[in-house]
């Protein structure tokens, strides 16, 4: 089961932190990964990171903005978000898939967050 908390409504420029919360298996067999769905567009990859955390890989739009990060003794990861664009707009969900890549689309991944509203204000 995963627990996605830390979405909110914030102005541009600002910074979040999301934080997804594993439970219910060996939270450090997992890649790890956000994606984010806007209205009326598809669910799509924002950052990915492996089982034992050396190796990220990123959206291009998010690059040097966002950062994943994940703690296994805690089963979380994280999302650090910096200057928030109000295209970063989007309900953020956590995902996990059993994996030694690092998979970038939605139907590879099994497990999900139920999602996090996020909402960055011009």
């Known amino acids: 089961q995963l627990v996605d908390s830390g979405g909110g409504l914030v102005q541009a420029g600002a910074s979040l932190r999301l934080s997804c919360a594993a439970s219910?298996?060996?939270?450090?067999?997992?890649?790890m990964a956000w994606f984010r769905q806007a209205p009326g567009k598809e669910r799509e990859f924002i950052a990915a990171?492996?089982?034992?955390?050396?190796?990220?890989h990123y959206q291009d739009s998010v690059k040097g903005r966002f950062t994943i990060s994940r703690d296994n003794a805690k089963n979380t990861v994280h999302l650090e978000m910096i200057s928030l664009k109000p295209e970063d707009t989007a309900v953020y969900y956590c995902?996990?898939?059993?994996?030694?890549?690092?998979?970038?689309?939605?139907?590879?991944?099994?497990?999900w967050g139920q999602g996090t509203q996020v909402t960055v204000s011009s």
């Open positions: 995902a996990a898939i059993q994996s030694v890549m690092i998979p970038t689309t939605a139907p590879e991944y099994d497990y």
């Open positions: 219910g298996g060996t939270f450090n067999w997992y890649v």
């Open positions: 990171i492996s089982r034992t955390g050396d190796n990220t």
